[in-house]
């Protein structure tokens, strides 16, 4: 059993959504369970594997007993290995935290969302896992598929906003299947660790070049690089939100983990840095996207479409990070990944709870809330301060590796916009935090006049805990950076 | 250069597809318009790739030949005789993709023409606007 | 974008040419081991659901969330009709 386990990762979330719709015509509410079930089993067995990777180094899995490139192949090294404990850790918390604000603002629908929501994470484990090109295709389009369908049940204007979605979605996977076709008609294979190897012979044919192009400009369209974002803030602002909370973290960062993936592991670095000008333009894309993010966030007045926007800024970081191309640029854009994953959804998770008590994410709602609901606040100043980068919250380790990286590749532009970003980021929720905090006086009214401690009017447990868990997280990721990135992102970046 | 143009012109034709199906997708207002462009793009794909599995020279389909009743395994297969099967068992797979796809984004339609009764983007942009 | 994709089919082997590396590379072991691994004379099938079957559950998996999301989006909700009739 123990052997099998890369493939339960991927069939558990699977096979439980498919039991759902049948535990849901037996008794509604226990499809909720049945989610938090599986879904902890399956991070069990993620943490299970990041142990066993780290022990033993990559693990190679075989479907069928077919050796590669013949059949397809499961290989779980040092990056994979943190990003599927990222995706199932991050999927356990939402599903935990999803029950009172799914039966709010989705009454009647409770059994198939957490069906489409199990589909929704089997499809991102499975890009996650996955050692060959066209099974990736395969588990993106499962996991398109499910996000289209849960964006789109959201609030008013939600349909139209899936609709922008799905064309760009779909124009982004046809064109990473357009790329993988132009390394199949030049090589023959489809297997990551078999293309790597058969391609050297090939790198100045025209062929592999559009590959790249066409590889990349899909990956940027799904991971919302700046100019082709245009999707993101609707989509993202309109789902419900326990939606949002799910899939505004991890959807970007699995395509970014794709875009190392095919940038290092199936393109040599070799040619993705020294033959080709890709990193530079990577850099250029990073600063615009960070800059871009930063000024659309600034002109929001909705609270969920301002993080939209920082979470754009955010895939900038990232993008640039790998530019950069030194190990300690590339380290601190993949403890980046694990650090946004962790803040976006520790804020999105607050917004969520702020829409089930108000039934508004607007700014100009937030009056009073840091009396109203302190253990959220809270949890939203944490987040606040790790997107600026503060220390002791992990926002500010993975920012000082990547200014560091810009110091060695002596990339002023991009440094002057990491620094830039940060003071625009204390600018966006300064501002969120005077308004929840100062103007509580005059909208106060009578609960105040009578002189007693304000009502206290939190969030349910049920969705306050996991929000609390995850602002604890951010600060413990902090404190121990070191220990993460010597044991698994030392051995996940490649040796330049 | 003829020869060229005779041995590359396949790939070009189904470039001029997607072309088309891409235009379709991005300048037609009209949703359903956009679906169908979404449709002619990906079917163009799949031609282009299934067009790489021919080999010249009178090939057949992949079906192995004098196979039933266990006999087959003594003949040896002449490769050059059969067309690659690996493209066609790869667009099996697209083409559901592309199917479910398309359910999913009418859909989708269905939705948006309940509450605004009209599949004109431009139209629907400006009903939100009015409110 | 076409001027892109063209550029790209300079350099890609001839229509139907049979040595051709998609053509030489995994494809003949699925034809020569085809029928003695899966007893399948339709090499199609063999390499869809037995060497690459996995992929043919992924397929499986994309029909059915397409299902799972159609009945999400379009069924409404039950409650709000069971309370109209009460």
């Known amino acids: 059993m123990i052997a099998q386990i890369p493939i339960l990762i991927v069939v558990i979330p699977l096979i439980s959504s498919l039991f759902c719709p049948l535990i849901g015509l037996w008794r509604r ?7 938090i079930f599986a879904l ?18 990559t693990i ?16 779980v090294d040092h990056l994979n290995a943190m990003m599927l404990v990222i995706v199932s850790v991050i999927s356990l918390i939402v599903a935990l935290y999803s029950k009172r604000t799914v039966e709010q603002e989705l009454p009647g629908r409770v059994v198939y ?27 993106l389009e499962i996991g398109s598929l499910a996000g289209y369908a849960l964006i789109a049940i959201g609030e008013d204007g939600a349909p139209l906003a899936t609709f922008r ?47 790249i192009a066409f590889l990349l400009a899909g990956l940027a369209v799904k991971m919302a690089l700046f100019p082709v974002h245009v999707w993101l803030p609707d989509a993202y602002t309109k789902a419900p939100s326990a939606t949002s909370a799910l899939i505004a973290p991890l959807m970007t960062k699995i395509s970014l983990y794709v875009m190392i993936r095919v940038l290092f592991t199936v393109f040599k670095p070799h040619l993705s840095i020294e033959l080709l000008p890709i990193t530079d333009i990577m850099v250029w894309a990073g600063f615009v996207a960070i800059l871009g993010g930063g000024i659309m966030a600034l002109a929001q007045t909705d609270f969920k479409r301002m993080l939209c926007y920082v979470v754009v800024a955010e895939v900038g970081y990232i993008v640039g990070g790998v530019g950069l191309a030194n190990t300690i640029a590339i380290k601190g854009a993949v403890l980046h990944i694990l650090n946004d994953a962790v803040m976006t959804v520790g804020l999105f998770t607050v917004a969520g709870i702020i829409m089930y008590k108000t039934k508004s994410h607007d700014i100009s709602d937030f009056h009073g809330l840091f009396k109203k609901m302190p253990f959220t606040m809270f949890a939203f100043v944490v987040g606040a301060l790790s997107i600026i980068g503060v220390p002791p919250t992990c926002g500010f380790f993975s920012k000082w590796y990547l200014i560091q990286g810009a110091v060695i590749a002596e990339h002023w532009a991009f440094l002057i916009a990491l620094l830039l970003s940060s003071l625009i980021s204390v600018v966006l929720f300064f501002r969120v935090i005077e308004i929840g905090y100062v103007f509580q006086a005059s909208h106060g009214g009578s609960t105040h006049t009578t002189g007693h401690a304000a009502i206290i009017d939190e969030a349910p447990l049920s969705m306050l805990i996991p929000t609390i868990a995850i602002a604890l997280g951010i600060i413990l990721i902090g404190v121990y950076n070191q220990a993460i990135l010597s044991n698994i992102i030392a051995f996940a970046v490649p040796k330049l | 250069m003829i020869e060229f143009v005779v041995s590359h012109y396949n790939y070009w034709a189904y470039v001029g597809l997607m072309v088309i199906g891409f235009y379709a997708m991005m300048a037609k207002k009209n949703l359903i ?41 003594h003949h040896a297969v002449d490769i050059m005789q059969y067309a690659n099967p690996l493209p066609h068992v790869l667009m099996l797979t ?38 | 974008m076409g001027a892109g994709l063209i550029y790209g089919t300079l350099d890609m082997p001839k229509w139907g040419d049979p040595h051709s590396p998609a053509s030489t590379h995994v494809s003949p072991y699925y034809l020569h081991h085809g029928l003695e691994h899966t007893a399948t004379p339709n090499v199609v099938t063999s390499v869809l659901a037995d060497y690459r079957g996995y992929d043919t559950l992924g397929e499986t998996t994309v029909i059915f969330t397409a299902g799972m999301a159609c009945i999400l989006l379009l069924r409404r909700g039950r409650s709000r009709e069971e309370k109209r009739h009460d």
């Not at chain 1, 902890?40 to 180094?57: D, K, P, R, W, Y």
């Not at chain 2, 067009?51 to 395994?73: C, D, F, Y």
Request: aromatic letters at 12%.
């Open chain 1, 40 to 57: 902890s089993l399956c991070a069990l067995a993620s943490v299970n594997t990041l142990f066993a990777v780290i022990a033993n180094g």
């Open chain 1, 60 to 75: 190679h899995y075989r479907l069928g007993g077919w050796a590669p490139p013949f059949g397809i192949e499961y290989v």
């Open chain 2, 94 to 131: 697209a083409i559901v993709v592309m199917v479910a796809t398309l359910g999913v984004a009418v859909a989708v339609c269905i939705l948006i023409y309940k509450r605004y009764n009209t599949l004109e983007e431009d139209e629907i942009i400006m009903s939100i606007k009015r409110g």
């Open chain 1, 165 to 211: 979605y799905i064309v760009m979605g779909t124009i982004g996977a046809c064109f990473y299947l357009l790329g993988i076709g132009y390394i199949y008609i030049s090589t023959g294979s489809l297997n990551m660790a078999d293309v790597q190897q058969l391609l050297p012979q090939l790198y100045d044919s025209r062929v592999i070049l559009t590959a």
């Open chain 1, 113 to 139: 969302f957490y069906t489409v929501f199990l589909l929704q994470v089997t499809g991102f484990l499975g890009i996650v896992i996955t050692g060959d090109l066209f099974n990736l295709y395969v588990f």
């Open chain 1, 29 to 35: 509410g226990l499809c909720y369970l049945w989610a």
């Open chain 2, 33 to 73: 318009k956009k679906i169908i462009g979404m449709n002619i793009f990906q079917s163009a794909i799949i031609l282009f790739y299934i067009s790489t599995s021919v080999k010249r020279g009178g090939v057949t389909v992949p079906i192995l030949e004098h196979a039933h009743g266990g006999h087959g395994a």
